[in-house]
């Protein structure tokens, strides 16, 4: 795992894109402070710049960098949940403009997996992590089913986890400042 850490961190510091196992589904991810990076995430996927993406952050101390108001919710979530969640916050900074969405909101899932959180954690940023598949196309379950042009497309790919079969992506809430709790995907 550790040379699989090195490759990728060196690719990301480059501004290159990865495709990788997440604690999801296989994921298309690049540095999400690098917006030259993000749009190459968008341009492999084909996918409209209106239409967020998620990022992945190592623990919650990383997640606080990032958000300033962290509305209490979040840390009951984050800290009983046993399935993958991501949680839309409010008011994103130090993240790539093209990440942001248009009511400034940014989607972020602390990882478990742990290959991605030693990634994230030695490359102290947060990373871009969207399904590995063109917009519009099934998510893949496995990495046999991904597509050839998204293998093909990306600067590096990670050997490993190949034969995991992943079903469902993460859980995905908004909270806002106010208090309100919006299931967004189930």
Avoid at 52 to 65: F, W
Wanted: with cysteine; aromatic share 4%; proline share 4%.
């Amino acid at each position: 795992m550790q040379e699989e850490i090195h490759n990728s961190l060196k690719t990301l510091k480059s501004g290159g894109t990865l495709l990788y196992p997440t604690d999801t589904v296989w994921g298309l991810g690049c540095d999400a402070t690098n917006a030259e990076a993000v749009q190459k995430i968008y341009a492999l996927k084909q996918r409209e710049e209106s239409k967020a993406l998620i990022c992945l952050v190592s623990d919650v101390v990383m997640l606080e960098r990032i958000f300033r108001e962290i509305p209490d919710a979040a840390y009951d979530i984050i800290d009983h949940t046993d399935k993958p969640t991501t949680i839309i916050y409010d008011k994103p900074s130090g993240i790539a403009k093209n990440l942001i969405g248009e009511d400034n909101s940014l989607a972020v899932r602390v990882v478990k997996d742990e290959f991605c959180r030693q990634l994230i954690r030695k490359l102290n940023r947060p990373i871009v992590s969207t399904s590995a598949n063109i917009s519009g196309s099934p998510t893949p379950k496995s990495f046999k089913e991904i597509n050839n042009e998204i293998l093909s497309g990306v600067d590096y790919v990670v050997n490993l986890h190949r034969e995991k079969i992943c079903s469902q992506p993460s859980t995905i809430i908004k909270l806002s400042g106010s208090g309100l709790v919006k299931i967004i995907r189930k």
